[in-house]
């Protein structure tokens, strides 16, 4: 009962940070999570190193490595392949009604567009079939899924094709909205008949990016999960830097809601404007 009343909990609290737009309430939470768990790796990193216990070139590999899954979080998040757009008329179209200007001239291909999300799912995909294997090695005596499992090479493995394969999921079927809104303000791709063909060639580029996107993430949690455990047998303790990811990824997304939010009084006065 009282996990059900949590949950309920966490559920309110995460709908009510997402509706005021400052970022993906479970992804705040999680991540307000995980800094507090950095208090104390920090606080252990910081006493190994004042005592001796860890030398100033381990420290510097691994701040070090942190900077640069920092800087790979972030190439995450911005990362796109651009498709240039053209008018049909010389003004945009908008329910109809001619615009003086153009909003965009591109259309983004974003290479992880579903964020951290692809790391997230993976993680809970793992954990419960670690927990799977557990049960049923302590209900039947069977211990080879377990076994397996706990091997390091197929614990990496998992989370690098895992990974990848949650990044190319795309349930909104983007290709096909994408064309629809490019019908409806009149544009298209130049060189490129509107509708099927469009689709197709969307498809294609929606495949490329997120296959590229994909695999950069899925390599990153997998070095990072790698440099983790050596932290672990070197000193005991971990940063987490795939749990890092997941506070950066959040950060990013929430920065570009709240940017959203001051604009939209800008775009409905311009609008109003040019209708």
Request: with cysteine; net charge neutral; aromatic share 4%.
């Given at each position: 009962l009282k996990l059900a009343a949590?949950?309920?909990?966490?559920?309110?609290?995460?709908?009510?940070?997402?509706?005021?737009?400052?970022?993906?309430?479970?992804?705040?939470?999680?991540?307000?999570?995980?800094?507090n768990q950095y208090i104390g790796s920090m606080k252990t990193i910081v006493s190994s190193f004042v005592a001796g216990e860890i030398a100033v070139a381990q420290l510097s590999l691994f701040f070090g490595f942190f900077m640069v899954m920092i800087m790979g979080a972030i190439c995450l998040q911005y990362g796109c392949l651009k498709v240039r757009l053209t008018s049909y008329n010389k003004d945009l179209l908008l329910n109809g009604k001619q615009l003086k200007e153009e909003f965009s001239t591109f259309m983004p291909f974003p290479i992880n567009p579903g964020g951290m999300g692809p790391l997230i799912v993976t993680s809970f995909l793992i954990q419960f079939l670690k927990a799977g294997a557990n049960a049923l090695a302590e209900s039947t005596n069977f211990y080879a899924p377990a076994m397996l499992l706990s091997n390091h090479l197929v614990y990496y493995s998992l989370h690098f094709?895992?990974?990848?394969?949650?990044?190319?999921?795309?349930?909104?079927?983007?290709?096909?909205?994408?064309?629809?809104?490019?019908?409806?303000?009149?544009?298209?791709?130049?060189?490129?008949k509107p509708g099927e063909a469009t689709i197709r060639l969307f498809r294609y580029f929606q495949y490329i990016t997120r296959t590229w996107g994909g695999f950069f993430l899925a390599s990153m949690v997998t070095v990072g999960l790698v440099?983790?455990?050596?932290?672990?047998?070197?000193?005991?303790?971990?940063?987490?830097?795939?749990?890092?990811?997941?506070?950066?990824?959040?950060?990013?997304?929430?920065?570009?809601?709240?940017?959203?939010?001051?604009?939209?009084?800008?775009?409905?006065?311009?609008?109003?404007?040019?209708?």
């Open positions: 949590g949950a309920v909990m966490v559920k309110w609290i995460s709908d009510r940070v997402t509706n005021h737009g400052i970022g993906e309430g479970s992804g705040v939470i999680l991540s307000l999570f995980i800094l094709v895992l990974c990848l394969m949650m990044n190319l999921i795309d349930l909104n079927g983007t290709p096909e909205k994408a064309q629809a809104f490019m019908t409806r303000i009149g544009t298209r791709v130049e060189g490129v440099v983790d455990d050596y932290m672990l047998k070197q000193i005991g303790v971990t940063i987490g830097y795939t749990s890092m990811m997941i506070v950066v990824g959040t950060v990013l997304q929430a920065k570009r809601q709240i940017e959203s939010l001051k604009q939209m009084p800008k775009l409905k006065e311009k609008i109003e404007e040019d209708i």
